[in-house]
């Protein structure tokens, strides 16, 4: 569910409201006056709350879901309901879960906020924190003691900054939770909304982005790095992490303990990796990835949609593969290369 702190819930609504908002028939034998309180995961849902489930890698989590409700293609006909939930039949879930989501958390995707003064007298500012001019800090802030905020800074409603923090000039913080001793370079933008859309042939259509950014203790993030926000769960920089400048980091993304993150890497959404993990410059990484703990890839290796590397191993390549492997593939076409073309004669 989405956190209060950076939020408003326009809910609860009954069934049958969420019914008719979104445009398809309550579902027979459901009672429409049943509540719906507010939207989470299918992993995190429960009682009075609405997820979505589209198909494929998501199945097992469907089964086991909490959610009283829950939005459902079509064509998957008379499923058993997980756990008693209310299944809602509808022909995409993610366009719908779309409109649901705007009836909840209508401004969810302002990409402003607009206050009458540079700090909001709601804000609490701890002992010896340094603020350069320019400085914007939105209502229910929290800044630790001992933190330095350079000029034209700009942090967002709710937003937690702990102890002993740098943030360089023209940072912008949002939708986020920042742990002790974090070092922010200029130009980061944290907390902004994930690249979540519902595609279709009449276009595509934004699904709120409704999670937030944990950033743990003693992280660096490299100048104008960019870190989006969760859909509905929580991206999550893991404490002692180092990231490089230029570097892009999808929503819903795990990144684990003290791992390296080098220029210009880009990791999508909903990818998980390990402690100790190292990604060379401009590595890409598709959605719903794993990698295992202290794996460590080559500059500009490549893993494919929903890849699984296994831990404590060097990777290379596009698709990713073991190093070894990788070099010996390499030889391989070298040596096809360079082998001499026959003769009419021979």
Same mark, same amino acid.
Do not use: E
């Given at each position: 569910m989405a956190d209060p702190r950076f939020y408003d819930n326009r809910g609860p609504f009954s069934l049958a409201q969420v019914c008719v908002g979104i445009g398809v028939p309550l579902p027979e034998g459901a009672e429409g006056s049943a509540v719906?309180?507010?939207?989470?995961?299918l992993g995190a849902a429960g009682r009075g709350q609405l997820s979505f489930f589209a198909g494929g890698r998501l199945s097992e989590d469907f089964s086991r879901t909490a959610a009283a409700f829950c939005l459902v293609p079509a064509k998957l006909g008379r499923a058993v309901? +997980?756990?008693? *939930?209310?299944?809602? +039949? =509808?022909? #995409?879930?993610?366009?719908?879960?779309? *409109? !649901?989501?705007?009836?909840f958390y209508p401004d969810a995707s302002l990409a402003i906020w607009l206050q009458d003064r540079a700090i909001d007298p709601t804000a609490e500012i701890g002992e010896n924190v340094n603020l350069a001019p320019g400085v914007v800090i939105g209502p $229910? !802030?929290? !800044?630790? #003691? $001992?933190?330095?905020?350079?000029?034209? !800074?700009?942090i967002g409603r709710g937003v937690a900054i702990g102890r002993d923090c740098e943030i360089g000039a023209n940072v912008s913080i949002s939708h986020a939770l920042i742990g002790d001793r974090v070092t922010i370079l200029p130009g980061a933008q944290i907390g902004s909304p994930g690249f979540g859309f519902a595609n279709g042939e009449t276009g595509h259509t934004k699904i709120p982005q409704l999670g937030r950014v944990i950033v743990q203790d003693g992280v660096e993030i490299g100048a104008c790095t960019a870190i989006d926000r969760g859909a509905l769960a929580d991206t999550v920089i893991g404490e002692g992490t180092k990231i490089d400048n230029?570097?892009?980091i999808g929503h819903n993304v795990h990144?684990?303990?003290? =791992?390296i993150v080098v220029s210009q890497v880009g990791i999508s959404g909903s990818s998980i990796l390990g402690d100790f993990v190292v990604l060379g410059g401009q590595v890409g990484v598709s959605d719903h990835c794993k990698v295992g703990d202290h794996?460590?890839? $080559?500059g500009r290796t490549a893993m494919i949609v929903a890849q699984e590397l296994e831990g404590g191993k060097d990777y290379a390549g596009a698709p990713a593969k073991p190093l070894m492997e990788w070099i010996r593939e390499l030889h391989a076409v070298a040596g096809l290369i360079k082998r001499p073309k026959r003769s009419e004669h021979d």
């Open positions: 719906v309180y507010d939207l989470a995961t309901p +997980p756990a008693g *939930a209310v299944l809602i +039949p =509808c022909a #995409s879930p993610p366009h719908v879960f779309a *409109a !649901v989501a705007n009836m $229910g !802030v929290q !800044v630790g #003691s $001992g933190t330095r905020i350079g000029p034209n !800074v700009a230029l570097v892009q990144i684990g303990r003290h =791992c794996a460590r890839l $080559g």
